[in-house]
């Protein structure tokens, strides 16, 4: 067995086939929703990968047909979890929630996301920072923390830049609408549909092993800084999540996800 495969994981399956690993979100009774657990298991096996040389691309998919639900909100809002949640949106570096989606951009081969079923919320910004989106057409994807009152705050001002317009990027994010993969690839959501999405991402990551490793890092890398974004971006996701937490609005926006007849009081910031 591989080295990256050896270590035990309880939210995830790692499997590395021709020195490319396969990494999978398995809570399928939870659509593969992203829970704490989740989290520090996908940062550690990104930075496992990170460090072994012999691995020449990453398939990142979810399991029993679903990519990820977004973020588990019972888990995030378990009692025992919302102080540790607040200090990740006050501490002055990455959230751990930027983490877990920008981690990848720092892994130094490509990165090809599967998304099948769902792709919402966390699942979708996760998916962004990947270096390449491969769908099947039924995929539902929504940038959807609107509906929740909240905004998208892991590192969507990094991982979006140069891969949807801004226009684009606004509207999904102030409707929090739901599309399908096939409109999702007109936008620059996606970059291929396929009835078989896992069979081609299994096909370009060859290819691309076919490639010298040194080359395909430095593609990654000087394409990476063409949208390279100052780090008060990052700040920035951190500070309007804290505020809307805080807001009025945010009660009755899990309200209206409930009762649509729910109203909203007047706009608190400027």
Same mark, same amino acid.
């Given at each position: 067995m591989h080295a990256i495969a050896a270590y035990q994981y309880k939210t995830l399956q $790692?499997? $590395?086939?021709? !020195?490319?690993?396969? $990494?999978?979100? !398995?809570r399928p009774q939870k659509k593969n929703a992203m829970s704490f657990q989740v989290v520090n298991e996908l940062i550690a096996v990104a930075r496992h990968i990170s460090k072994d040389k012999t691995l020449r691309a990453v398939i990142l998919n979810g399991a029993e047909g679903t990519f990820c639900a977004g973020i588990d909100l019972g888990d995030l809002n378990h009692p025992k979890n919302q102080a540790y949640a607040f200090w990740e949106l006050i501490k002055p570096n990455q959230s751990l929630f930027q983490q877990v989606c920008l981690v990848w951009r720092e892994v130094p081969v490509p990165v090809i996301a599967v998304l099948e079923g769902y792709c919402i919320g966390a699942g979708l910004q996760l998916a962004l920072a990947c270096d390449v989106r491969i769908s099947h057409p039924d995929c539902k994807l929504s940038i959807m923390e609107a509906k929740?009152? &909240?905004?998208?705050?892991m590192g969507l001002t990094q991982s979006a830049l140069g891969v949807v317009r801004a226009d684009v990027l606004?509207? &999904?994010?102030m409707s929090a609408r739901t599309i399908d993969a096939e409109e999702g690839r007109t936008l620059g959501l996606v970059s291929h549909c396929s009835e078989s999405p896992l069979q081609q991402a299994q096909l370009l990551a060859a290819e691309?092993?076919?490639?010298s490793p040194d080359a395909v890092l430095a593609s990654k890398r000087v394409i990476n800084?063409?949208?390279?974004?100052s780090h008060t971006t990052l700040y920035k996701e951190k500070m309007w999540q804290l505020k809307l937490m805080l807001g009025r609005n945010r009660k009755l926006a899990l309200k209206k996800a409930k009762e649509v007849s729910t109203g909203f009081s007047k706009r608190q910031f400027r």
């Amino acid at each position: 067995m591989h080295a990256i495969a050896a270590y035990q994981y309880k939210t995830l399956q $790692v499997s $590395v086939t021709e !020195n490319i690993a396969t $990494v999978t979100i !398995n809570r399928p009774q939870k659509k593969n929703a992203m829970s704490f657990q989740v989290v520090n298991e996908l940062i550690a096996v990104a930075r496992h990968i990170s460090k072994d040389k012999t691995l020449r691309a990453v398939i990142l998919n979810g399991a029993e047909g679903t990519f990820c639900a977004g973020i588990d909100l019972g888990d995030l809002n378990h009692p025992k979890n919302q102080a540790y949640a607040f200090w990740e949106l006050i501490k002055p570096n990455q959230s751990l929630f930027q983490q877990v989606c920008l981690v990848w951009r720092e892994v130094p081969v490509p990165v090809i996301a599967v998304l099948e079923g769902y792709c919402i919320g966390a699942g979708l910004q996760l998916a962004l920072a990947c270096d390449v989106r491969i769908s099947h057409p039924d995929c539902k994807l929504s940038i959807m923390e609107a509906k929740w009152g &909240l905004v998208p705050d892991m590192g969507l001002t990094q991982s979006a830049l140069g891969v949807v317009r801004a226009d684009v990027l606004k509207e &999904l994010a102030m409707s929090a609408r739901t599309i399908d993969a096939e409109e999702g690839r007109t936008l620059g959501l996606v970059s291929h549909c396929s009835e078989s999405p896992l069979q081609q991402a299994q096909l370009l990551a060859a290819e691309f092993a076919e490639r010298s490793p040194d080359a395909v890092l430095a593609s990654k890398r000087v394409i990476n800084a063409m949208y390279q974004q100052s780090h008060t971006t990052l700040y920035k996701e951190k500070m309007w999540q804290l505020k809307l937490m805080l807001g009025r609005n945010r009660k009755l926006a899990l309200k209206k996800a409930k009762e649509v007849s729910t109203g909203f009081s007047k706009r608190q910031f400027r």
